[in-house]
């Protein structure tokens, strides 16, 4: 029998390298051991490939942050970058990641940071999804390829007003029907968000978003009662808080269904503040509702009058369909009663039809004990 110990790749002992004092400091900044290993992992290989101890890494760039420096660990860093590349077959991403940000650390946090000046750094351009002038027809078809209305909820709510995904599934079920406008058939949200900490953010749910969310307590409520403190969104399974990738990864699938380029929520975001921003919204509004930084100070503004400046404009730019679903939903009540109504009737019919069912074996009982009875007499006339 192969013994599976031999497939399992042992783990690498860091004792001796943690020893080192420069080490120390380094990881001393961090808690987690996934996080310490990724970086010794890293600071062993490159020690390797340049072929110095952490000890000459840290004195040779001491004495080299002159007036005059030439820069000896910048040129190993880069010259490391492109072996990664070139060599080891790695994304420039990532490793840019490992040289330019968690080794670069090493040398910063032993007090002799590695400062790149303009243009001696390797830049990595991003590349930026274009924009497609038809997006909208995109997320109609997001929107009825996803098989519950929970999904498309969630896309709707995302689009009015970018609503980041944590901080939109930690919202409770109170905190919608409190910023609900009859009025305008739309919702008013407000909260701090979760990341970036402490961000103050002032949204509005478009009618679109208002009448599904309407349609989704409904049907959640056929299933279970729900309550003001449940939240907003939850796992269709377990009834508890929605995981906070679930709804990325549906929309990853849903994508790849339709055969166009990936959309995330992340580009929901840059969509959404680019539609607002052309739409007419000011740009210190819109930076407000995605929960920026802005120049207002964390001052919150009056929840009625920013409902009725924005709420008509926002309807006008987000709504995806050209009716709202107000009509859908009521045939949709209307479907789900008549089947409530018809499952009610049948409940009765069969309970008393059990009840039919009783009356005639009781009957049957009593018939027996009298023919029985009966029976009993013939025989004591005939033995007479």
Not at 216 to 222: G, K, L, M, S, V
Not at 235 to 244: D, Y
Not at 304 to 326: C, G, H, M, P, R
Request: positive net charge.
């Amino acid at each position: 029998m192969v013994e599976i110990k031999k497939f399992i790749k042992p783990k690498i002992d860091y004792s001796e390298l943690i020893k080192n004092k420069y080490v120390k400091i380094w990881i001393d900044h961090y808690s987690n051991e996934k996080q310490i290993r990724d970086r010794l992992s890293i600071l062993t290989n490159y020690c390797k490939f340049i072929k110095k101890d952490p000890t000459k890494l840290i004195d040779e760039h001491s004495k080299d942050t002159g007036p005059n420096s030439i820069g000896i660990v910048k040129m190993q860093l880069k010259k490391y970058y492109e072996y990664l590349v070139n060599d080891r077959m790695i994304s420039k991403e990532t490793a840019y990641q490992k040289v330019y940000s968690r080794l670069r650390g090493f040398w910063s946090k032993n007090n002799v940071p590695v400062i790149f000046q303009k243009g001696e750094k390797i830049t990595i351009r991003k590349k930026v999804k274009k924009l497609i002038k038809n997006e909208k027809g995109n997320f109609r078809n997001i929107r009825d390829v996803f098989n519950n209305i929970r999904d498309k909820a969630i896309l709707l709510c995302k689009l009015s007003c970018g609503i980041d995904d944590q901080d939109l599934f930690a919202l409770k079920i109170s905190d919608f029907k409190d910023g609900y406008y009859e009025e305008f058939n739309v919702g008013y949200i407000e909260g701090n968000r979760i990341k970036p900490v402490g961000n103050p953010y002032q949204a509005i749910l478009n009618s679109d978003a208002c009448d599904l969310i309407n349609m989704y307590f409904f049907e959640r409520n056929r299933k279970n009662a729900i309550s003001p403190e449940d939240y907003l969104f939850v796992n269709l399974k377990t009834q508890k808080k929605i995981g906070n990738t679930a709804f990325a990864d549906n929309l990853r699938i849903a994508c790849k269904i339709l055969k166009i380029e990936k959309i995330t929520p992340k580009y929901i975001r840059k969509y959404c503040n680019m539609i607002l921003k052309k739409g007419g919204i000011p740009k210190d509004i819109v930076e407000r509702m995605l929960g920026y930084r802005d120049q207002f100070n964390n001052e919150i503004f009056e929840r009625e009058e920013f409902v009725k400046d924005y709420a008509d404009i926002i309807n006008e730019i987000t709504n995806l369909s050209e009716k709202t679903f107000q009509e859908e939903f009521r045939i949709m009540k209307k479907i789900i009663q008549e089947k409530d109504g018809k499952i009610e009737k049948m409940e009765k019919d069969l309970k008393d039809l059990m009840n039919k069912f009783k009356e005639i074996s009781k009957f049957t009982k009593k018939f027996h004990k009298k023919d029985k009875k009966i029976n009993k007499k013939r025989v004591d006339v005939k033995n007479g």
